[in-house]
């Protein structure tokens, strides 16, 4: 048995990761690197051996204290769930989880203040053609399994290499003088590289591999008919909600689309310019962090959040989350793709209030500010179905807060539900049930008031990323019931909110586990 504490071995764990993806350490802000992983067969099976190893120690060690308990049940539960479709990652092909934005999306967390940062860029843009060469051999790699690659999910990442390499953040960085040639010649090549490749018009990837995808992003198995029939009825009872305000903002009979219809048409709820969404987003986020300090604790330096404008984008809204030392502040992405240029606040704030506060920054910015976690915990362990899950749960509790008293922003957010409700149907619908593309695409439309450039990416994201959708509404499903439960024993919401955020981020089963304790 091992006489390594349980926290120290997690913090060694995190140094032994951070040396196999460069990529990981610098979005942590654990360390600042120009480096790139190696996304060829060897170097993901670098990270199954590591992950091996790893797991088999852990198995034989005890823990001291709860705090290792739950370390060790979490890092045994992410090791586990990852495994299990680890060979997946090689050859990856999707618009928005694999080399290509990893790469491209790399660039934005780059500081650029000093010689040494720009060093460093010009370090990692002279990475680039080895990095995309060592991918190319992981996408032999599939087609050499004999498995042909999705042509939607084909077809939308030719596209982006051929965006980045004429455009974008490459043709950004030639303003400041660094030679980004090579690296554009080689995302070109990629580019031209896909276009060879064996394509299907199949998305689905059937129930098998779906359960264990749907696990690693929930850390939890759940019954996957019972929840495609739940989210139906969750539908069912979020647009009842939806026809409810719609006759509030504008009289009895009025329908929903007639609702969105006026709603978008009203110039007081449009912004107009991507900067004038960033500071619009900036000026909601700060009034968030202000407005829930009698709800919740937060420290003095995750009461800054950044707002950010991307362009051109893919349609994507992301977070990403502080670095260790919090020097980098955590910030929110909106990644706004060429022609938009109008925004509905009615329909964009709660999106804040999801990836801000109290969404993402404040459960993200809770276990890198702990002074109690370990390393891992801190800035290693993600799990959708716990941070989107929350981040939707989050919204919900804004408008019990008063945040949202606006009838049409409250409209918004139901909106945003239905979303993630219509996400659970598609996506079980499309992988496992035997729903098309045009199905699945017909049904999202009638559910969501999305501007439609962004949802076709939406579309495009759920079939070629099987199980992460749902984790959202899923997700919140079960943070409910744990707050539910909390409420029952006699805990307060603030305390529950306290206890439950201070844990960090784990799988579910994990945090239901360590919430009954």
Known sequence: MSEQSIDSFADSYVDSFCAISPLFASSAGLAKTGALDDFSPDGIQEAIDLDTSTLAELASMEPQTDDEWVTKAAMTERLESWLAISKDDIGSLNVIASPIQDIRDSFDLMERETEEDWELIRERAAAIPTALRQYREGLSWRHDKGAPFPARQVRACIAQAQQIATGG?????????????????????????????????????????????????????????????????????????????????????????????????????????????????????????????????????????????????????????????????????????????????????????????????????????????????????????????????????????????????????????????????????????????????????????????????????????PGQAPSYKIGQRLWEAERDAALARGESRRDFHSRALALGTLGLDVLHEALSR
């Open 169 to 465: 953040v490459l043709a950004e960085l030639e303003d400041h003088d660094i030679d980004t040639h090579p690296a554009r010649a080689a995302f070109a090549s990629l580019a031209e590289f896909l276009g060879t490749l064996p394509t299907t018009d199949v998305d689905a990837v059937g129930r098998e591999r779906y359960e264990g995808h749907l696990a690693y992003f929930l850390g939890s198995k759940v019954d996957i008919d019972e929840t495609f029939d739940w989210a139906e009825e969750e539908l069912a009872s979020i647009i009842s909600e939806q026809e409810e305000t719609a006759a509030t903002l504008f009289g009895p009979g009025t329908t929903i689309t007639e609702a969105i219809d006026r709603l978008n048409s009203d110039p007081e709820r449009q912004i107009h310019g991507r900067e004038n969404l960033r500071a619009w987003m900036q000026k909601t986020a700060d009034e968030a962090v202000e407005g829930v300090l009698s709800e919740f604790d937060i420290p003095q330096p995750l009461r800054r959040i950044d707002a950010r404008v991307l362009h051109p984008g893919t349609g994507g809204i992301y977070y990403t989350q502080p670095s260790d030392d919090l020097t980098r502040p955590g910030q929110m992405w909106w990644s706004v793709p060429e022609g938009v240029d109008t925004f509905n606040t009615w329909l964009e704030k709660t999106t804040v209030y999801h990836e801000g506060v109290p969404g993402h920054h404040l459960q993200i910015g809770t276990a890198v500010a702990s002074e109690h976690l370990n390393m891992w915990r801190r800035a290693a362990a993600w799990v959708s179905g716990h941070g989107e899950g929350w981040a939707l749960y989050a919204e919900r509790l804004m408008a019990d807060l008063g945040f949202l008293d606006d009838p049409a922003d409250y409209f918004g957010m139901l909106d945003s539900q239905r979303l993630r409700a219509a996400r659970v149907r598609v996506d079980i619908g499309v992988h496992v049930k035997g729903w098309t593309a045009e199905q699945a695409w017909d049904f999202l439309t009638e559910n969501v008031a999305m501007d439609r450039s962004f949802l076709a990416f939406e579309l495009d994201r759920y079939l070629g990323w």
